[in-house]
């Protein structure tokens, strides 16, 4: 399945990044007074802009955008605390690392920085996202602040629907504790290389009985959510992230050492929920209940089309209609991410040469340049990611500079 991307013909007034007082990068230190220069888009490469999941959370990660941008995201700020009726805002600027952590917490703060972010680019650097920008995608996550990019969702709609999200996904995971006790979470596997991944892939759906919807037994199926392991993720050709109890994942580790042959280096994530498996089914069946909602007014809460396409975690692929996104958006609750597919479509189907990540962390932009390379690696093209003002300013550049800048 392929998508139509309409290609810019518009010239484009894009301010540069070189400071009128100085030349440079406000080296001179007074107010920021940009030159405009005009480029055409009509022969851009394709581009790609990305957001970040879970765990790329940190205390103070807005404050040095406010510092930095105070009349732009002020109003933000006050916009995501009066969008939730909670200080938000006070959690992520001064709260514990606990406090943050929590998934009622993490995942809003999340989508709301990283669409703040957005903002600044498109206020303070005129920074036009569709005449700049040929496709979005999120990482789990950051599927919500994809589409509210991509002008599928309201940012009040996704900021609302991702608290809510990971209240019931918290509960869940209280719920599953209190049953079961132990520790419930996520894994991350990481492979010698692309054929052992897969081969890993391969072993743990046979050991699960849970490799395809073909292959599932009853007995599979019958077993309580709670019992169950699941792949949350691929994420690249040499990593994949495990979902579920912490014991019956080493347990399951142990049996793939003795009896598969697979001794993976692993790592448990920073996460108090086991995201993408059964467990979060209650949290699927919210999702499908705000998105099939009308609102008060009687409109509906997805717009459709958005300005871009916007590729679906669970299939890898963009979404085809307004049906398809409601439901594949709230099954992405249970299934497993297919970021590796979705960037090798966009990499070599689609023949997107520069990536942008915007939002906290650098997790998505490394995992993006492991599989496409990163700056250099193609002609006009390459692999960036703004988490700070100063980045911000340096991917501006490299994008104005790499605008008309065809591969050979």
């Given at each position: 399945m392929s998508v139509s991307l309409l290609p810019a013909k518009r010239l484009v007034s894009i301010p540069s990044r070189r400071c009128v007082e100085c030349g440079g990068l406000r080296q001179c230190g007074k107010p920021r007074r940009w030159m405009s220069s005009t480029v055409t888009d009509a022969k851009r490469p394709k581009t790609a802009i990305f957001f970040p999941g879970q765990g790329v959370q940190r205390v103070g990660m807005a404050t040095p955008w406010l510092e930095a941008f105070p009349r732009t995201v002020q109003p933000i700020l006050e916009e995501i605390d009066a969008t939730l009726g909670v200080p938000l805002t006070k959690i992520i600027e001064s709260g514990t690392n606990a406090e943050l952590t929590l998934t009622e917490n993490s995942q809003p703060a999340i989508m709301a920085t990283s669409i703040l972010i957005l903002r600044v680019m498109e206020q303070e650097f005129g920074f036009k996202l569709e005449d700049r920008v040929d496709i979005t995608l999120g990482h789990s996550l950051g599927e919500f602040a994809a589409l509210v990019a991509g002008g599928y969702l309201t940012f009040q709609d996704a900021l609302r629907m991702v608290r809510k999200r990971g209240e019931v996904m918290s509960?869940?995971?209280?719920?599953?504790?209190?049953?079961?006790?132990?520790?419930?979470?996520?894994?991350?596997?990481?492979?010698?290389?692309?054929?052992?991944?897969?081969?890993?892939?391969?072993?743990?759906?046979?050991?699960?009985?849970?490799?395809?919807?073909?292959?599932?037994?009853?007995?599979?199926?019958?077993?309580?959510?709670?019992?169950?392991?699941?792949?949350?993720?691929?994420?690249?050709?040499?990593?994949?992230?495990?979902?579920?109890?912490?014991?019956?994942?080493?347990?399951?580790?142990i049996n793939l050492r003795q009896f598969g042959g697979y001794d993976p280096r692993h790592?448990?994530?920073?996460?108090?929920?086991?995201?993408?498996?059964?467990?979060?089914?209650?949290?699927?069946?919210?999702?499908?209940?705000?998105?099939?909602?009308?609102?008060?007014?009687?409109?509906?809460?997805?717009?459709?089309?958005?300005?871009?396409?916007?590729?679906?975690?669970?299939s890898g692929r963009p979404f085809q209609s307004k049906d398809q996104l409601k439901d594949l958006l709230a099954r992405s609750c249970v299934e497993t991410v297919q970021w590796w597919r979705s960037i090798k479509y966009l990499h070599y189907d689609l023949k997107v040469k520069r990536y942008v990540g915007i939002g906290p962390g650098k997790v998505g932009r490394n995992l993006v340049g492991k599989e496409v390379g990163m700056k250099g690696a193609v002609k006009g093209g390459g692999v960036w990611g703004i988490t700070t003002p100063k980045e911000m300013e340096e991917v501006v550049r490299a994008l104005d500079d790499t605008e008309g800048v065809q591969e050979d």
């Open positions: 509960r869940c995971s209280k719920e599953a504790v209190e049953q079961e006790g132990g520790e419930f979470g996520m894994v991350a596997l990481v492979c010698e290389s692309e054929q052992h991944m897969k081969s890993l892939v391969k072993g743990i759906g046979e050991f699960l009985e849970l490799s395809s919807p073909e292959s599932k037994t009853d007995s599979a199926v019958d077993i309580p959510a709670v019992e169950q392991v699941s792949i949350a993720n691929i994420n690249s050709k040499n990593q994949i992230v495990l979902s579920g109890s912490i014991a019956r994942i080493n347990t399951l580790m790592v448990q994530l920073k996460s108090d929920s086991p995201f993408h498996s059964p467990l979060m089914k209650p949290a699927q069946e919210v999702m499908k209940k705000i998105l099939y909602k009308e609102r008060e007014d009687g409109s509906d809460i997805v717009t459709w089309p958005g300005i871009m396409p916007c590729i679906s975690n669970v």
